[in-house]
């Protein structure tokens, strides 16, 4: 099971919007509704910040938004602050053996 | 809600650790769990999950036949038996929440436990 792709990095200035995109198979992210994206800053436990492709946890600023289109998922951070500068994964569950797979990673840059 | 991870540390290749991780502040034997690694400067890789019941588990291919996942409800301890390590399972293990079951996301994380795989 192959990792979903990402670009390396993003950067935007403050207030800006930015999308990371997540490319998978039919076999994950084309063919379910469980994709989720991660946040993690630099020596901390990851963070959960969208699930089931769209849906935000509570807590999680609606500044943050996802989509699927086919094989790609996206997540949007609109009005980019200093606090978004992280890593960012995506994932979603996978048919077969293997259950679940993570994308990449995606280093998020404030200007 | 909270999960405590432990047991990593420094191990020779062909050798073998448990790690295990204490979950507080949440009815543990409704969830599934997952273990999630990362490798030094590395992205994130599922590992392994197991449902709220313990009758269900999942590998990925890089640990199977290796791994084993286990839980103690009446403890509420989640553990991972790792035997035959090698040195590419050098990584940060995170213990994960599974909210919905079926590994669809992971909402509660814990700090990480690190283990090193080298001679």
């Known amino acids: 099971q192959s990792a979903l792709t990402q670009p390396a990095s993003v950067s935007g200035s403050p207030g800006q919007s930015i999308t990371i995109s997540c490319t998978g198979t039919?076999?994950?992210?084309?063919?379910?509704?469980?994709v989720s994206w991660y946040q993690q800053h630099p020596g901390k436990a990851p963070k959960l910040m969208i699930y089931d492709v769209s849906n935000r946890p509570s807590g999680v600023p609606d500044r943050f938004s996802g989509s699927k289109s086919g094989n790609t998922a996206s997540l949007t951070i609109s009005g980019l602050q200093a606090e978004d500068e992280a890593d960012y994964y995506c994932s979603s569950y996978t048919s077969g053996s293997t259950r679940h797979v993570f994308g990449t990673g995606t280093k998020v840059t404030v200007l | 809600v909270q999960l405590l991870e432990s047991g990593g540390g420094l191990v020779q290749p062909g050798g073998s650790l448990r790690l295990s991780c204490a979950a507080s502040g949440f009815t543990f034997s409704s969830y599934a769990m997952s273990w999630v690694r990362q490798a030094p400067g590395k992205g994130l890789e599922w590992v392994s999950a197991i449902t709220g019941s313990g009758v269900g588990t999942h590998y990925a291919d890089s640990v199977k036949g290796r791994f084993t996942i286990s839980r103690d409800n009446s403890r509420n301890t989640l553990y991972m038996e790792m035997n035959s390590l090698r040195a590419d399972d050098t990584a940060k293990y995170y213990c994960a929440k599974d909210p919905m079951g079926v590994t669809r996301a992971f909402d509660i994380w814990g700090q990480g436990t690190m283990v090193t795989v080298s001679s």
């Open positions: 039919s076999s994950d992210v084309g063919g379910y509704n469980y």
